[in-house]
């Protein structure tokens, strides 16, 4: 009776690693490009191991391998969902990054970056590099594994998940990155106002000046001296809204 009972165990553990294993490669700080495979995967295979018992009174296995293979579908649509969420969350240091750049005069300075494999300002690979190591020392990613474990509260396996609300989820995602790449951005915004009218006005009163010799070096010396002193509020308003994203699938 135990052995008739595995393949029905097995079934489940496949759906549920399929929903875990997705969200796990693209949640924040857990999902990163540069962690191994391996690491991922088990960590994938450990959680999804530990939620099987919760997931199987709530998976109704069809009959047929048409209908479980659809159910698999469903599960991985369902990872994905979530995870490129958060992902558009999470972009919201990359896109600080390139407006920061921008204004520094630092827009050429382009390097790898390692989460993503492409060409970046260097600014904006600092920022999202410090956000994940924060992530993961402040315990945030417990959170990202929390969600995931309510996620099969929010959204129960074996039926599909409602258009309108994914779409409102990516659209409020979307929105929540590029709102929090402005506020994070916002001192150097105001900034690179304050120094451009300033330059305006220096070429104005002096036209034999050469202004752009004298604009680069101080906007990077300028722009320099913000980022350390706003370095520590811009971490924890991404912090506070990451978190806050991620809370909304655990109910806190």
Not at 8 to 27: N, P, Q, W, Y
Not at 140 to 149: F, K, T, Y
Not at 179 to 196: E, T
């Amino acid at each position: 009776m135990q052995i008739a009972i595995l393949p029905e165990i097995s079934a489940v553990f496949v759906l549920v690693f399929a929903r875990v294993g997705t969200l796990v490669m693209l949640m924040p700080g857990i999902g990163e490009r540069f962690i191994f495979s391996r690491a991922r995967l088990s960590l994938a295979f450990f959680i999804a191991l530990m939620m099987v018992p919760m997931a199987r009174p709530q998976l109704r296995l069809p009959p047929d391998m048409p209908g479980i293979f659809g159910l698999l579908v469903g599960e991985i649509l369902i990872g994905l969902i979530i995870g490129v969420c958060a992902r558009l969350v999470m972009a919201a240091l990359q896109t600080a990054g390139t407006l920061v750049a921008q204004t520094m005069g630092l827009g050429f300075a382009m390097t790898v970056d390692p989460t993503g494999g492409t060409q970046n300002p260097s600014i904006g690979n600092l920022l999202t590099m410090l956000g994940i190591t924060l992530i993961l020392t402040s315990d945030l990613h417990h959170v990202a594994i929390v969600a995931i474990h309510e996620s099969y509260r929010v959204l129960p396996p074996g039926a599909a998940p409602p258009v309108d609300d994914v779409m409102t989820l990516a659209v409020r995602a979307a929105a929540q990155g590029f709102s929090l790449a402005v506020q994070i951005s916002a001192p150097f915004i105001v900034f690179g106002l304050l120094f451009n009218l300033g330059l305006g006005v220096l070429a104005r009163m002096m036209p034999q000046l050469q202004v752009f010799f004298l604009a680069v070096p101080a906007s990077i010396l300028g722009g320099m001296l913000v980022f350390f002193a706003v370095i520590g509020v811009m971490m924890s308003v991404f912090l506070g809204e990451l978190g806050g994203f991620l809370r909304q699938f655990t109910g806190n």
